[in-house]
């Protein structure tokens, strides 16, 4: 019998990705676990901040020595700052809302995993993302779907991953049916961590005031006060500053109105937040930028796909079209698009493209 590849399995202590090796255990394969640390001296508890701070790496190395495998614990601190925090303060910056969950999909858990597994001498590497890798032979690409189980799909955070990722990952939690299944898993299997919470928050933010707290102390500058203007650019109250607001946000603009105000814009060049009201916040057309494409390519637009910009939304029909830019048109118009958020456009289980809204 041929011998089975030796798979990596990227280990950040949840109940998820410690299924992960059990699973693939039970099928014959060698496992290594991966673990990367990469909590900041910024947080106020290294030990309980979310995926991959101390007490997370402690899991996952409990839960590797109950599986009786390999586990290695890897500093990627350096590496996660200059790209998912960075990017994350300069985003705000910008007036833009970003999602550092697909940044560190994008430039760290993949690219930097993908290269430990070659140094390690695996085949694969193994994640507890919910999603399915298909190849179409007939187009010669991989397709990344969605995962089996309806309520519980992660292929949305994954839009980025490149054809060439596609063909050494595997994804063996898109074909359970639901995350309750994984858990049913891992207490029939003892683990430690079968009844662990899903970590809620930004892993690298974990003083109170969340990320608001955290941008405060590392760009203060952009929390100058400034104006509230409303459609027609009149001057209707003050904000506290910028990185304080994102699209579709009603709280904490300080203006008692009988009609809500919503945040409709941000203009940091300017200093200036707009409101309005809800319907200021419906729209159509959403324009994309740093696109990836997935089994498809950009020369087969446009083309009716079902269609999201936000994790939790149901997706919606529209026509996505590649040229003259990239843009989304849903067939009604979606509420609070916000500039720095993913949209991803689906045709059945399989991811067309994605890109960040412009």
């Known amino acids: 019998m041929p011998k089975k590849p030796t798979i990596c399995v990227a280990m950040s202590g949840g109940v998820d990705s410690s299924v992960v090796p059990l699973l693939l255990k039970k099928r014959g394969y060698d496992v290594i676990g991966v673990t990367m640390q990469i909590w900041q001296e910024s947080q106020t508890d290294p030990r309980h901040a979310g995926c991959c701070s101390l007490g997370a790496v402690e899991d996952a190395r409990r839960v590797a020595r109950m599986l009786d495998m390999p586990h290695y614990v890897i500093n990627f601190k350096d590496q996660f700052k ?13 007036g833009r809302t970003p999602n550092p969950c697909v940044t560190c999909n994008r ?17 694969k590497l193994a994640t507890g993302h919910y999603a399915r890798i298909r190849f179409d032979k007939e187009r010669s690409r991989y397709r990344l779907l969605r995962s089996k189980g309806g309520n519980k799909d992660q292929s949305y955070v994954l839009y980025a991953t490149t054809q060439e990722q596609l063909s050494k990952v595997v994804f063996p939690l898109g074909e359970l049916g639901d ?26 933010v974990s003083e109170a005031g969340g990320y608001r707290s955290f941008m405060r102390k590392n760009k203060p500058e952009i929390f100058e006060e400034g ?71 950009s020369h087969e637009m446009p083309m009716k796909v079902m269609a ?35 949209a991803v456009a689906y045709r059945g289980e399989t991811v067309v493209a994605g890109g960040r809204i412009k």
């Open 227 to 297: 104006e509230l203007v409303d459609t027609s650019g009149k001057t209707v109250g003050t904000h506290s500053g910028v990185a304080d607001f994102t699209v579709g946000q009603r709280r904490g603009i300080g203006i008692s109105r009988e009609t809500p105000l919503y945040v409709i814009g941000l203009l940091p060049a300017e200093n200036r937040v707009i409101v309005g009201n809800n319907d200021d916040l419906l729209q159509s057309e959403v324009y994309l930028e740093d696109m990836s494409w997935g089994a498809f390519d």
């Open 82 to 94: 200059a790209t998912v925090i960075d990017e994350f303060v300069d985003e705000y910056s910008k």
């Open 107 to 123: 430039k760290v858990k993949f690219d930097a995993l993908l290269d430990t597994m070659q140094e390690l001498g695996c085949d």
């Open 308 to 342: 999201k910009i936000r994790y939790n939304m149901d997706a919606e029909p529209a026509t996505l079209y590649s040229y003259p830019e990239p843009v989304i048109v849903f067939d009604r118009p979606v509420r609070a698009v916000t500039p720095g958020q993913i």
């Open 179 to 204: 995350k309750a299944e994984c858990r049913r898993l891992a207490r029939e299997a003892g683990l430690p961590v079968a009844d662990k919470p899903d970590s809620q928050e930004i892993c690298f």
